[in-house]
T-cell receptor, first 113, second 111 residues
Framework: EPEVTQTPSHQVTQMGQEVILRCVPI?????FYWYRQILGQKVEFLVS????????KSEIFDDQFSVERPDGSNFTLKIRSTKLEDSAMYFC???????????FGQGTRLTVV | GENVEQHPSTLSVQEGDSAVIKCTYS??????FPWYKQELGKGPQLIID?????GEKKDQRIAVTLNKTAKHFSLHITETQPEDSAVYFC??????????FGSGTRLLVRP
């Protein structure tokens, strides 16, 4: 069964440092998403990406966040200057069509110290 | 924007019993309602979904019902098994590029 792959599985970083979270989407999928889940809380939408541009973003996705698909394969989320409150599980998700099943990766646990 | 409320936050049932989880949504434009199961240390996995032109959908032991007038949708699991123990999330989407999730229900099935 096709799956979304995320790396790393766990990232520990110092406050103020930049982090890049990576995702390899399912090969024929066109819609890419990042969600985050603070420990014990609901899954929150961050951003969606289609046709090499951001389609929609939430209030959480401020200027410190960026996404790109640099090589047509990996889909990345960059946090420029991490804050303690960025500590969360970050999930990449992809779908083949709009408003259909979104397949989630295993997540990257980001810990900012 | 859309807001999804989910109840209960925790649910404990005896193996073999049924479990029901309920969600309400606020945006009448929402038309796609998936349910995800999240096991410890894993990402959410779709278990069933329903669209607004359907009132009920069933897949083996799992069923989902939708009441568009009341903006309610529910997940029903029959003949529960210990492996059904997980956190379940409902979500809603209005054909935009995002899912809005409920707060989750931790289901425990006691053997």
């Amino acid at each position: 069964e096709p799956e979304v792959t995320q790396t790393p599985s766990h990232q520990v970083t110092q406050m103020g440092q930049e982090v890049i979270l990576r995702c390899v989407p399912i090969s024929n999928h066109l819609y890419f998403y990042w969600y985050r889940q603070i420990l014990g809380q609901k899954v929150e939408f961050l951003v969606s990406f289609y046709n090499n541009e951001i389609s929609e973003k939430s209030e959480i996705f401020d200027d410190q966040f960026s996404v790109e698909r640099p090589d047509g394969s990996n889909f990345t989320l960059k946090i420029r200057s991490t804050k303690l409150e960025d500590s969360a599980m970050y999930f990449c998700a992809t779908s083949g069509q709009l408003n259909t099943e979104a397949f989630f990766g295993q997540g990257t646990r980001l810990t900012v110290v | 924007g859309e807001n999804v409320e989910q109840h209960p936050s925790t649910l404990s049932v005896q193996e073999g019993d049924s479990a029901v989880i309920k969600c309400t949504y606020s945006d009448s434009a929402s038309n796609y309602f998936p349910w995800y199961k999240q096991e410890l240390g894993k990402g959410p996995q779709l278990i069933i979904d329903i669209r607004s032109n359907v009132g009920e959908k069933k897949d083996q032991r799992i069923a989902v019902t939708l009441n568009k007038t009341a903006k309610h949708f529910s997940l029903h699991i029959t003949e529960t098994q210990p492996e059904d123990s997980a956190v379940y999330f409902c979500a809603a989407s209005d054909s935009s590029y995002k899912l809005i999730f409920g707060s989750g229900t931790r289901l425990l099935v006691r053997p």
